[in-house]
Structures are given as structure tokens and as C-alpha cells.
């Protein structure tokens, strides 16, 4: 195959917005508990956090880090987690038919964050609670002293305010899954309550409604248009959930699964525009895609319904997915779609971390090691800088099941004063692709790094004995003269130009 892709820098969508690079903590498996958290481990300091985690978080370069939920949040209490620990209650978290010990609460998650150098993005219930406990949870973070919330968190220790800016109005609530699930009029109507309470306690917020849990949601489209009829004014962004899995062996329409979240952004953002002018209003709302990755679902589901959950267990192993090479490149594919699009996305979270849906894994008392999809993300987060630059591919195309014609060549290249990158997924499975870059625009440049994903067998897994299988090297196939770089099969690419 051969492609051509144009790189001009006049050709500008936004700045790089870092908060692109999100990710997601939930209650939920072992994300918490011997995921960020595990006294006793061989690596974990003072505040029970493991150190290979914590240093593994930095280098996937993440920028804010969504908590405590997920589903998990619809059912929490969140002043369980604060206090002694000794005196915290366990609770039943229905969400995920497990026992919470809370261990960690806002306290605790509120130290890693700092530790790891992250933004937090917190969550409040709207399922089974509403505006008063949301105001709560803000006073106690945000609030400096001298009141009740606020002096029980000086009295726990955090004698400085969190100062937490954003914050998600409930989670899913379109979701019948969901525990206080509700219709698009009650959710909007309560979403516009807590955000008008949230900013007479902190007018700095940055709020965010819940969209849909998927573009197949049967209300998707008519819920976002209502929602933001009841709350436009008093929230700022609207979130956007999506898993992808391979099915039935379609790996074609697998890997062209950005075509969908390219066209479900379009969607959310074609109707929050049109809410705009029917009423009138001068802000735009922006997408918070608080949820992405892939994710096999179907087989959870299968599971589930095969094997209905017995007992409540603490932590248990719960959506472990091991990641292969075909995973990674769906990835990042999804990552450069999130990149085109951050005129209007204005946020992502790629759920979750470690262990669940996750790109981080970790052994109890054990090991930590990278799958296959920690990479595009880290290279991503480590090489996108200044401007998100439109590209125009010139690309062959191939029929998939699911989306119709798709461009082999799926791309985007951020450009800053010092160097332009490229990222690019070869979506083709029956062979390499020569990628011509006519970069004439940029004047005297070459290809100072090239890298590529990819790897013979497209279901190649990392694991722990062997952690390093599926990582990126560097692309021998560079020419100059023009400049052109050989992409392989199912591949995810990183090109650098200066
Ligand atoms: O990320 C796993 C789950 O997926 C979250 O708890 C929920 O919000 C979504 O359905």
C-alpha cells in the first residue's frame, strides 16, 4: 500500500490540550486495592502506595486521573473513606458484587495524586444521593477551615485545601445498570442543581454533565439534547463513554473502531450546538471522554450471565484483559481521534489504570509490568506538544463490516517550535504500507526518530515473565528524498521531524 500525508503547520485544530492524557481509578477489582494501594508490598512507602505503580503512572504520563467511579461512585458514601481507618465501615458495593473496606477514601487518593503528580477529576454520586452530599465532599476538599467539613479534613491531616476543579455530575445515569438510574429530564434536572449549588460554594469549577454510556445507548442523541436543556448553563462539558472489542475475528472493523468515536464526538457535539442555539446561549460545550478503551465486554457479559457473581469479596481479579499488539494499535487509533479533535475535546480518561481495563498490571506482593497499550499512550502524552495540526492522508481504503470504506492510513501530527510528530496506525492486516511525507511546509526537515509498534503475530502479549515482547523499536525502513517511512501491518507509528 502507499499513502501520502500532507503536514503543514498553517493547518492548526488546537493546542495539545494535556488533560487528552487522563486516566480513570475506579473502586472496582484491583484497581485500588493491590493496584495503586498495597501495604506490605515489597515497594510500597509509608502511605501504603506501591512504588512501581506510582513510577509506572508517571512514565505512561498522565494528566488527570478520574476517581472514585465509575458505576462504584453511584452507590458510595464517600465519608466512609475519611477518619481512623480502623473506625471505616465495609460496605456492599452493589455496583460490582464486591466488599469495600474503605481503606482508601479521598484522603488517601488525594496523597497519591500529589505523589504521582496528577490532576484529579472527582466524581459525586447522583444515584442514590444528591445535592446536599455533593456539597459535602466540595467543602471538605475545597473549603479552607474553620467549618465542619473543612476542619475534619484539616483534623485528618490535610491542613491545605485540595482545591479540586473538576468534577463529574454522577456517573452513566442514562445507563439502566446504573443504581438510581434516571430519565434525561430528572437527571438534567438534578445535574443543574448540584452544578448551581456546587459553584454558590466554588464559583472555579469546571463541571461535567453525564452524556451517553455509548453511541448505542437506544437514548443516545435524545439524552444529551435533554440533559443540556435543563443544565446548559450551569455545566461546561459533557462526557462521552466507549469500549471496543475485536468481534467475531472482524479485525478490519476492529481496527477502524475511531471511526466510531470520530463520528459519536461529531454527534455529542452537533447537539450540544444545537441546544446552544435554541437557547440562545454564547459558550460552547465541550466533550469530556471520560471513558475509552478497549474492552471485551461481550465476554464480561457472557460471563456474568453464565456464572452470576456468589459471595462479596474484597478486591476481586474483576476485567483483567490482557492487551495484545491488535488491542494497542485500536488505541491508538482512538488516542490520534481524540488528538484531531481537541478543538471540542476538552478531556479524556482512558478507564482504567492498573489492573482493570488497564494498562498498567500488577501482581499482589509481586510484580508491575507494561501491556501492549501503555505505549501509544506514553508516546503520546511524552511527544504530542503545541499545535494539534490537521493532516490530510491521501490513503487507500478497505471495506470493513462494520464501518463501510475506511483509509488504511489513520493519522494526526502536533507540531511545537522545536519538532512536528507524527502519529499514524496502518490499519491494513495483508501488508506494509510506504508513507510519503510531503512536508515542504516545514522547510528543511528530516526524520530524527521513527518508531513502530507492531509485531508478527497481532495477538502478541506482554505478561509478566516476559514484559518487553510488544514495545516500540525503531523503524529501520526511513528514507529521505523524499521522506518516506515503511509502516508494517497493524502497526502503531511515531514519526519525528525537525
Ligand atoms: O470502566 C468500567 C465501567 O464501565 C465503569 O464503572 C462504568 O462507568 C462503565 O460502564
Given at each position: ?25 475506579e473502586h ?40 472514585p467511579g465509575g458505576n462504584f461512585v453511584s452507590g458510595y458514601r464517600w465519608?466512609d ?10 460496605r456492599l458495593d452493589l455496583a460490582w458484587h464486591?466488599?469495600e ?22 466524581a459525586v454520586n447522583l444515584g442514590t444521593r444528591g445535592v446536599q452530599e455533593a456539597?459535602d465532599l ?30 463529574c455530575l454522577g456517573n452513566e445515569m442514562d445507563g439502566p445498570w446504573q443504581l438510581g438510574h434516571k430519565t434525561a429530564r430528572e437527571y438534567g434536572r438534578l445535574a443543574a442543581e448540584t452544578a ?12 461535567v454533565a453525564c452524556g451517553s454510556s455509548?453511541?448505542?445507548m437506544?437514548t443516545?442523541?435524545?439524552w444529551?439534547?435533554e440533559v443540556?436543556?435543563e443544565a ?7 462526557s462521552?463513554h ?257
Amino acid at each position: 500500500h502507499e499513502a501520502t500525508l500532507t503536514i503543514d503547520p498553517a493547518f492548526r485544530v488546537a493546542p495539545v490540550r494535556r488533560r487528552t492524557f487522563g486516566t480513570f481509578v475506579e473502586h472496582l477489582g484491583r484497581c485500588v486495592y493491590t493496584g495503586i494501594y498495597e501495604p506490605g508490598h515489597p515497594s510500597a512507602d509509608a502511605d501504603g502506595f506501591r512504588q512501581d505503580v506510582l513510577d509506572m503512572t508517571r512514565e505512561l504520563g498522565v494528566s488527570t486521573v478520574r476517581y472514585p467511579g465509575g458505576n462504584f461512585v453511584s452507590g458510595y458514601r464517600w465519608e466512609d473513606g475519611i477518619g481512623p481507618v480502623a473506625s471505616r465501615p465495609a460496605r456492599l458495593d452493589l455496583a460490582w458484587h464486591s466488599t469495600e473496606p474503605n481503606e482508601v477514601g479521598v484522603d488517601e487518593f488525594m496523597r497519591w495524586a500529589r505523589k504521582a503528580g496528577i490532576e484529579p477529576m472527582m466524581a459525586v454520586n447522583l444515584g442514590t444521593r444528591g445535592v446536599q452530599e455533593a456539597l459535602d465532599l466540595l467543602e471538605y476538599c475545597n473549603i479552607e477551615s474553620g467549618t465542619h467539613w473543612s476542619d475534619l479534613r484539616v483534623a485528618h491531616g490535610a491542613k491545605e485545601p485540595y482545591g479540586i476543579r473538576m468534577w463529574c455530575l454522577g456517573n452513566e445515569m442514562d445507563g439502566p445498570w446504573q443504581l438510581g438510574h434516571k430519565t434525561a429530564r430528572e437527571y438534567g434536572r438534578l445535574a443543574a442543581e448540584t452544578a448551581r449549588a456546587m459553584r454558590m460554594l466554588d464559583p472555579g469549577l469546571e463541571l461535567v454533565a453525564c452524556g451517553s454510556s455509548g453511541s448505542s445507548m437506544p437514548t443516545f442523541g435524545a439524552w444529551e439534547a435533554e440533559v443540556l436543556e435543563e443544565a446548559y448553563d450551569q455545566v461546561d462539558h459533557i462526557s462521552c463513554h466507549a469500549y471496543y472489542e475485536e468481534k467475531n475475528g472482524d479485525l478490519a472493523s476492529f481496527l477502524a473502531c475511531s471511526t466510531d468515536m470520530e463520528e459519536f464526538i461529531a454527534s455529542v457535539v452537533a447537539t450540544a450546538d444545537h441546544v446552544r442555539a435554541k437557547l440562545r446561549a454564547t459558550k460552547r460545550i465541550t466533550v469530556s471522554f471520560d471513558e475509552w478503551n478497549v474492552w471485551y465486554l461481550s465476554r464480561f457479559e457472557a460471563a456474568k450471565s453464565a456464572e452470576p457473581p456468589v459471595g462479596w469479596p474484597v478486591a476481586p481479579p474483576l476485567l483483567e484483559e490482557r492487551y495484545h499488539l491488535a488491542d494497542a494499535v485500536a488505541v491508538g487509533g482512538l488516542l490520534i481521534t481524540l488528538l484531531r479533535n481537541s478543538d471540542r475535546v476538552a478531556a479524556a480518561s482512558q478507564a482504567q489504570l492498573v489492573n482493570v481495563i488497564a494498562p498498567i498490571m500488577t501482581e499482589p506482593g509481586g510484580r508491575a509490568w507494561r501491556q501492549t497499550i501503555f505505549h501509544p499512550f506514553a508516546q503520546a502524552s511524552r511527544y504530542a506538544s503545541g499545535e494539534v495540526l490537521r493532516v490530510e492522508p491521501v490513503s487507500p481504503v478497505h471495506e470493513t463490516a462494520e464501518y463501510g470504506e475506511v483509509p488504511l492510513l489513520h493519522a494526526v501530527a502536533t507540531h511545537d517550535e522545536d519538532v512536528t510528530t507524527v502519529f499514524a496506525v496502518n490499519r491494513a492486516v495483508d501488508g506494509p504500507m510506504e508513507l510519503t511525507l510531503d512536508a515542504r511546509a516545514l522547510g528543511d526537515v528530516r526524520v530524527v526518530e521513527a518508531t513502530t509498534l507492531s509485531d508478527p503475530d497481532v495477538y502478541a502479549v506482554n505478561t509478566a515473565a516476559d514484559p518487553d515482547w510488544v514495545v516500540p523499536r525503531a523503524n529501520p525502513d526511513v528514507m529521505s528524498d523524499p521522506l518516506r517511512v515503511v509502516l508494517p501491518p497493524v502497526s502503531w507509528n511515531v514519526i519525528r521531524l525537525a
